[in-house]
T-cell receptor, first 114, second 112 residues
Framework: NAGVTQTPKFRVLKTGQSMTLLCAQDMNHEYMYWYRQDPGMGLRLIHYSVGEGTTAKGEVPDGYNVSRLKKQNFLLGLESAAPSQTSVYFC?????????????FGPGTRLLVL | TQLLEQSPQFLSIQEGENLTVYCNSSSVFSSLQWYRQEPGEGPVLLVTVVTGGEVKKLKRLTFQFGDARKDSSLHITAAQPGDTGLYLCAGGRSSNTGKLIFGQGTTLQVKP
């Protein structure tokens, strides 16, 4: 099993450009999450999904959209990139949403917005 | 405002030393998880504690959940260079959303 994979690994965008980050998991997990990680800030939840076809806002959703059309995939979109969105983006998945569930993380996507 | 405050934010020690990392909050959590992250990789779960006062041991690592479930600590005995990394605590609340609140992390460097 590959676990959680993310595409691309690294990307440079100009302000105003758009892009989509792809997350795929092969563990048949119901829940999926998108986080961003900035120095000294830990991980902050952008959006999450509790099942195929459902999405919900997290802590910092502004400027991002998501879709979960297939259970194994969770897409994160930036419609008009801004320098403030320069960050490392992590996708994670878990079998369920309970407080004892393990979240499995992908290797991250490094995004630089100029 | 960081809901979960970790201290220290950075720690550099010699191999063989002991250390403790703290994760504090004014809020109650149903669970507290500790993750370890190496450069260029995603976080990996080390442990989950759910009961106030609970202590769990993982080889040289000891994790404790505060009695009031507002704080946690991670103690490493005889640190080794392989322990180097970013340690993150994350709090979970009673819900079925799976949402976690992460601390800002503690960067540990263990020098040989």
């Amino acid at each position: 099993n590959a676990g959680v994979t993310q595409t691309p690994k690294f990307r440079v965008l100009k302000t105003g450009q758009s892009m989509t980050l792809l997350c795929a998991q092969d563990m048949n997990h119901e829940y999926m999450y998108w986080y961003r990680q900035d120095p000294g800030m830990g991980l902050r939840l952008i959006h999450y999904s509790v099942g195929e076809g459902t999405t919900a806002k997290g802590e910092v959703p502004d400027g991002y959209n998501v879709s979960r059309l297939k259970k194994q995939n969770f897409l994160l979109g930036l419609e008009s990139a801004a320098p403030s969105q320069t960050s490392v983006y992590f996708c994670a998945s878990s079998q369920r949403g309970g407080v004892q569930e393990t979240q499995y993380f992908g290797p991250g996507t490094r995004l630089l917005v100029l | 405002t960081q809901l979960l405050e970790q201290s220290p934010q950075f720690l550099s020690i010699q191999e063989g030393e002991n250390l403790t990392v703290y994760c504090n909050s004014s809020s109650v959590f149903s669970s507290l998880q500790w993750y370890r992250q190496e450069p260029g990789e995603g976080p990996v779960l080390l442990v989950t504690v759910v009961t106030g006062g609970e202590v769990k041991k993982l080889k040289r690592l000891t994790f404790q959940f505060g009695d009031a479930r507002k704080d946690s600590s991670l103690h490493i005995t005889a640190a080794q260079p392989g322990d180097t990394g970013l340690y993150l605590c994350a709090g979970g609340r009673s819900s079925n959303t799976g949402k976690l609140i992460f601390g800002q992390g503690t960067t540990l460097q263990v020098k040989p």
